[in-house]
């Protein structure tokens, strides 16, 4: 056997085992956050859509729907007359950035969020505001 092919094999096998190690990363990696989850909240609504920010009009960020289950939340925040979202005699501003139980990270509107009262935050996750610099919310 030459000395090429002596150091060819072990050079294969180490950029092979480089390659399984990074697809095991990537797949078990989670969504980076500003601060990991300090909270969960409980979804007491159906097919819940999750979005990309804090508007209906934003894109979905999957298409799983929620159905009354609990999430973690990283953070809700304030989204103004814009973000209104009205169900019924339920209507907020707010919005809480969750991870789904599909790993996807993504805002839902706080109405269909147990708890809280209308236009207001809800239990379970800081609020990202001007007057707490310690609370930020990753993706605004």
């Known amino acids: 056997?030459?000395?090429?092919?002596?150091t060819a094999r072990p050079l294969r096998l180490l950029a092979a085992l480089l390659t399984a190690a990074a697809a095991l990363l990537i797949a078990?990696?989670?969504?980076?956050?500003?601060?990991?989850?300090?909270?969960?909240?409980?979804i007491w609504a159906s097919d819940v859509r999750v979005r990309t920010c804090q508007s209906t009009t934003c894109d979905l960020a999957t298409t799983e729907r929620l159905t009354r289950v609990t999430v973690k939340a990283?953070?809700?925040?304030?989204?103004?007359?814009s973000g209104r979202v009205t169900?019924?005699?339920?209507?907020?501003?707010?919005?809480?950035q969750v991870i789904t139980p599909g790993r996807t990270l993504g805002w839902i509107s706080a109405v269909y969020v147990s708890g809280g009262a209308n236009?207001?935050?809800?239990?379970?996750?800081?609020?990202?505001?001007?007057?707490?610099?310690?609370?930020?919310?990753e993706y605004l």
């Open 87 to 96: 169900d019924g005699s339920y209507t907020n501003t707010y919005w809480v």
């Open 28 to 42: 078990v990696a989670q969504p980076a956050a500003a601060h990991p989850p300090s909270g969960s909240v409980h």
């Open 74 to 81: 990283y953070c809700q925040v304030d989204a103004g007359p």
């Open 119 to 137: 236009n207001g935050p809800v239990p379970g996750a800081p609020v990202d505001s001007p007057s707490d610099p310690t609370i930020d919310c």
């Open 1 to 6: 056997m030459s000395t090429l092919t002596k």
